[in-house]
């Protein structure tokens, strides 16, 4: 479950200062791994390089001093390629706590898709879209929903003319025409043998 604040502050305890920042909280963790080769889409919590070494919290310019920015002030890996001239870009890394090695690389391993679609997760022979890390079920006419789990009413907008009976079916419906009316909404008729006059 994704839920998007309202406010425009978060405070964010695990930072000295606190910041505006436009953020969503949600209930699952970052991803731990990498979806494309050069890692700009990496935003987890991996802090240590792949020799072991510390990372440098992007805040601070001691041991190193900087011009790159990561997005964050922690001491997180990142690749987001701000300021791409002058930082590295080809992977997640950052810089370390040691005074001897200024920039490390980061081993973060290459994600997994998985086919969500495999489970058949979509209903009522709707068609499943599997896309990295996620899905999108197109539903067939007549249903509604995630899932395509839901059988759309065509009788909610009582389309069954003169007190004629609306029974939903799939993907349309079917009226019961009172006696002396006929056709597809009961429309017809009213007169039964004889010629209507407009307004009789």
């Known amino acids: 479950m994704t839920v998007k604040l309202t406010t425009p502050c978060l405070r964010l305890l695990l930072f000295v200062s606190f910041a505006c920042v436009d953020h ?31 990372c440098q919290e992007w805040s601070k310019q001691n041991p190193h001093s900087h011009v790159c ?55 009522n022979k709707a068609t499943c879209n599997d896309s990295l890390n996620s899905y999108e079920c197109l539903c067939a006419d007549g249903f509604t929903g995630s899932f395509c789990e839901t ?15 609306c029974t939903d079916d799939v993907n349309g419906y079917t009226c019961l025409c009172k006696a002396g009316y006929t056709g597809t909404s009961c429309h017809t008729g009213g007169c039964g043998q004889y010629v209507c006059i407009k307004g009789a």
């Not at 050069?38 to 020799?51: E, L, P």
């Not at 001897?100 to 209903?123: H, L, N, T, W, Y």
């Not at 059988?151 to 009976?165: I, K, L, R």
Request: glycine share 4%; net charge negative.
């Open 69 to 123: 920015a990561a997005g964050t002030t922690a001491n997180y890996c990142t690749n987001n390629r701000m300021n791409a001239a002058h930082c590295p870009d080809k992977w997640p890394w950052c810089y370390t706590v040691d005074s001897k090695v200024r920039v490390g690389r980061c081993a973060i391993p290459r994600c997994q898709d998985v086919d969500e679609c495999a489970s058949s997760p979509c209903q």
């Open 151 to 165: 059988d759309m009413d065509e009788c909610a907008s009582n389309p069954c003319e003169n007190e004629a009976t």
């Open 24 to 54: 969503i909280l949600s209930e699952e963790p970052p991803l731990e791994c990498i979806m494309t080769a050069d890692g700009r889409d990496y935003h987890g919590h991996v802090n240590v390089t792949a020799d072991g070494l510390e």
